[in-house]
């Protein structure tokens, strides 16, 4: 089946640094990738969707020089969340889509002190 | 508008004991694509099932089954016998047919099984 990585699988680090998240399509080529936010006991809130070789496209009210994202090859795409700061703290998860079907990483733990 | 509506927060049942997390879903496309899947603990995504919306067969795979009926635009799902490793997350979700795929999610149900 599809896999999707990501790394690092946590992090913490202080407030004002800025932190790369990486996800990775494994076995298949993702022309498409999603980036989400979890905050603790709610939904995934999608943040951008991440083509191959363009520009992400924000959700409304995602700062887009705030989480940036970059998706130069078919199976890598990078969310920079930058100066970071506590209240970004959060659980970001990737996601690749193939076939109609959306195939997730296993998350990011972040942790801005 | 696209919408999935997970009705229930949370759900305790004791171990054995069948449960079924209810999902309705809003859209207008005559093509779409419902999901469900469980996010135990360490918070990963485990895919469950995919339903398009010209198939409307009931699936049953172990002890999960799933009752699709487009004429109340439900998708919910049942477990049968509940365990305790059933204890999760679980979100409903809804892709339109002509998307990039993007998925509408539901706010997810809490399922606490206790032994």
């Known amino acids: 089946g599809a896999v999707v990585s990501q790394h690092p699988s946590w992090v913490i680090c202080k407030s004002g640094t800025s932190v790369k998240i990486e996800c990775r399509s494994l076995d298949f080529q993702a022309t498409t990738m999603f980036w989400y936010r979890q905050f603790p006991k709610q939904s995934l809130m999608l943040m951008a969707t991440?083509?191959?070789?363009?520009?992400?496209?924000?959700e409304q009210g995602v700062e887009k020089d705030k989480f940036l994202i970059n998706h130069a090859s078919l199976t890598l795409s990078t969310l920079t969340v930058t100066s970071a700061h506590p209240e970004d703290s959060s659980f970001y998860i990737c996601s690749a889509s193939q076939g109609g079907e959306q195939f997730f990483g296993p998350g990011t733990r972040l942790t801005v002190l | 508008a696209q919408k999935v509506t997970q009705a229930q927060t949370e759900i305790s049942v004791v171990e054995k004991e069948d449960v079924t997390l209810d999902c309705v879903y809003e859209?207008?496309?005559?093509?779409?694509?419902l999901f469900w899947y469980k996010q135990p603990p360490s918070g990963e995504l485990v895919f469950l099932i995919r339903?398009?919306?010209?198939d409307e067969q009931n699936e049953i795979s172990g002890r999960y089954s799933w009752n699709f009926q487009k004429s109340t635009s439900s998708f919910n799902f049942t477990i049968t016998a509940s365990q305790v490793v059933d204890s999760a997350v679980y979100f409903c979700a809804l892709i339109r047919g002509d998307s990039n795929y993007q998925l509408i999610w539901g706010a997810g149900t809490k399922l606490i099984i206790k032994p």
């Open positions: 859209t207008r496309d005559t093509t779409y694509y």
């Open positions: 991440s083509n191959e070789g363009s520009k992400a496209t924000y």
């Open positions: 339903r398009n919306s010209f």
